[in-house]
């Protein structure tokens, strides 16, 4: 197996590009027509990206919405790229894609979320692009598989991709929430201790799906220290072709990156390290009294427990439950403790207590004489 852990296994091809600061991808959804293309790249180089991106041809969930312009945007990119001076990416999901896009100088070749979930076609992919010095990004699965991610991004590690890099954008979900594709953190989180020298971005767009939201989840990217970004920007967003909720207009993009802090990423002010340290001791301190409070409440829930079992009693008992509950509420609200958090707690501590209890009851069943 590749060793994707090793600091020198990727060329730094990130900081090549945009130095200490984030890397920013930004342009349209699709590209729609020479004009767009154009005067998307000139208002996003403005504001600050580093690398332009157009999608030419569209994985659609369902047939009949546009499905991209195909190779003839691949030649507005190239005229964009000429303008500008930026550098270019485009989604590929075929060899056939592979071999327009490197006709057209393409410098990024990005693998969309749909693509990501069939090893064949990673393969494919990872074959056509062999040779090559080309920069690729992997995007996550639509399903949220950290095995399926890693494994894409070491076909293409295999095939001696060095500039390579993963984009987050989010996990399909059939629940009804706030996010077009749910964030999961963790999963990009996971990825980066997996492997802690690839470069992560983060795909704010297509996991807010609404460009309101779109700057927020931008801004958690940062804070959690990714690598960069990937928004899409269009110069008028209402009348794109594709995703017109979610894109943001180059002059959205400008203010967003001109107010952007990026954390850092040590502290060196040693007053503030010394004052840190102090509050994360108190919080540890505080974490094992937690414990200590749980350890309590799981010795009174089993004396509880020998009571009903003794008494014939059944475990479940829905009105005290609605009392706990309401209780832990208006505790929380006098002391404004998020109350939505406090409830989770509270479904996950009576969930417990009930587990228990039903332990506590089979031990007792299980050491009832035979006869
Ligand atoms: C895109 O970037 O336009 C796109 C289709 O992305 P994803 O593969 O993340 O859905
Ligand atoms: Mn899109």
Redesign the pocket.
């Known amino acids: 197996m590749p060793d994707m852990t090793k600091k020198n296994r990727y060329e730094n091809w990130l900081q090549q590009i945009s130095g200490e600061n984030p890397l920013i991808i930004a342009g349209p ?1 699709s590209a729609e027509t020479d004009k767009q293309v154009l005067e998307t790249a000139l208002g996003v180089k403005v504001a600050g990206a580093h690398i332009l ?1 157009a ?1 030419i041809w ?2 659609r969930t369902r047939p009949g919405n546009f499905e991209g312009v195909g190779a003839i945007g691949l030649k507005w990119v190239q005229q964009a790229k000429e303008a500008t001076g930026l550098l270019t990416a485009t ?1 590929v999901a075929n060899a056939s894609h592979i071999e327009l896009a490197l006709q057209h100088d393409i410098d990024v070749f ?1 693998i ?3 693509t990501t979930v069939n090893p064949f076609a990673v393969q494919e992919l990872a074959d056509a692009l062999r040779g090559t010095d080309k920069i690729v990004l992997v ?1 996550n699965p639509v399903n949220p598989d950290l095995a399926l991610w890693m494994g894409a991004l070491e076909r293409f590690d295999k095939a001696g991709i060095s500039k390579l890099g993963a984009v987050h ?1 989010g996990f399909s979900s059939y629940k009804k929430m706030p996010y077009r594709n749910e964030p999961l953190w963790q999963i990009p989180i996971d990825l980066k201790t997996q492997f802690p020298h690839l470069p992560l971005l983060n ?1 704010a767009s ?1 996991i807010s799906g609404i460009s309101e939201n779109v700057f927020d989840i931008a801004r958690t990217a940062i804070q959690l220290k990714f690598d960069g970004l ?1 928004i ?1 920007t269009h110069i008028d967003p209402k009348s794109a072709w594709s ?1 017109a909720r979610q894109q943001v207009t180059p002059d959205n993009l400008q203010a967003f990156l001109e107010n952007l802090v990026v954390p850092k990423d040590k502290i060196f002010d040693r007053k503030l390290l010394k004052t840190l340290s102090i509050l994360r001791k108190e919080i540890d301190d505080l974490d094992a009294e937690l414990i200590q409070i749980f350890k309590l409440r799981q010795e009174k829930t089993k004396q509880i427990a020998e009571m009903k079992y003794l008494e014939n009693i059944a475990i479940y008992q829905k009105e005290r439950w609605l009392d706990i509950l309401q209780k832990a509420i208006r505790n929380s609200q006098e002391n404004e403790v998020n109350q939505k958090f406090i409830e989770q707690v509270f479904r996950l501590l009576h969930q417990e207590s009930l587990k228990i209890q039903h332990q506590v009851f089979k031990d007792k069943n299980d050491n009832k004489p035979l006869i």
């Open positions: 959804c991106r999608g569209k994985p989604e990005w969309g979320a749909r995007k954008r795909d297509h990937m899409e995703d």
